[in-house]
T-cell receptor, first 113, second 113 residues
Framework: GENVEQHPSTLSVQEGDSAVIKCTYS??????FPWYKQELGKGPQLIID?????GEKKDQRIAVTLNKTAKHFSLHITETQPEDSAVYFC????????????FGTGTSLTVIP | ETGVTQTPRHLVMGMTNKKSLKCEQH?????MYWYKQSAKKPLELMFV???????ENNSVPSRFSPECPNSSHLFLHLHTLQPEDSALYLC????????????FGPGTRLTVT
């Protein structure tokens, strides 16, 4: 089955700096890669996703890049703000076999004011 | 609340108790999921329902029993649990079994004593 690895497990940045979280996956057939943000006491919230036919996607301060050849994808947050502090999860799935998500172990991001 | 709601938010139960977790989605989706979230581990998919029919059971012990009476409601019945079952239990929904996005509820924090 699919195996997703996520790094780093913890990340601290100064407010205004950029943060990058990286994930690798093992199954070259995976075709959908969402990123979730989980704040304390809440469930994961979808913040951005990318499909395998696209190399990059951007939404305001958040961007995701996908390298299918290397089987890795990354989350980029620019101009970080204290409210970006949370745990971020990546996932990979093959949607035409039931949409089972394989999650990474999470990155705890702290933005220091 | 809108989206996906879960009750109760917190539950403490003894190993001999029987309790149920409830999930309701207000998004008009047809697929619903139960996940287990333990510290330092990836989210683990437990069960998948599509149009009220169970389509996935990821080798979950029989002390966890799901029920999906309709596409909007999902239950997880618990009995004779073990302390290692203490975790955050998350419900999610998606438009269909092969759809891309999954939307999560806030979770039920379960403690087994």
């Amino acid at each position: 089955g699919e195996n997703v690895e996520q790094h780093p497990s913890t990340l601290s940045v100064q407010e205004g700096d950029s943060a990058v979280i990286k994930c690798t996956y093992s199954d070259s057939a995976s075709n959908y890669f969402p990123w979730y943000k989980q704040e304390l006491g809440k469930g994961p919230q979808l913040i951005i996703d990318i499909r395998s036919n696209v190399g990059e996607k951007k939404d305001q301060r958040i961007a995701v890049t996908l390298n299918k050849t290397a089987k890795h994808f990354s989350l980029h947050i620019t101009e970080t703000q204290p409210e970006d502090s949370a745990v971020y999860f990546c996932a990979a799935s093959l949607t035409n076999t039931g949409n089972q998500f394989y999650f990474g172990t999470g990155t705890s991001l702290t933005v220091i004011p | 609340e809108t989206g996906v709601t879960q009750t109760p938010r917190h539950l403490v139960m003894g190993m001999t108790n029987k309790k149920s977790l409830k999930c309701e989605q207000h998004l008009g989706h047809n697929a619903m999921y139960w996940y287990k979230q333990s510290a330092k581990k990836p989210l683990e998919l437990m069960f998948v329902y599509n149009f009220k029919e169970q389509t996935e059971n990821n080798s979950v012990p029989s002390r966890f029993s799901p029920e999906c009476p309709n596409s909007s409601h999902l239950f997880l019945h618990l009995h004779t649990l073990q302390p290692e079952d203490s975790a955050l239990y998350l419900c999610a929904s998606s438009p269909g079994r092969n759809s891309y996005e999954q939307y999560f509820g806030p979770g039920t924090r379960l403690t087994v004593t």
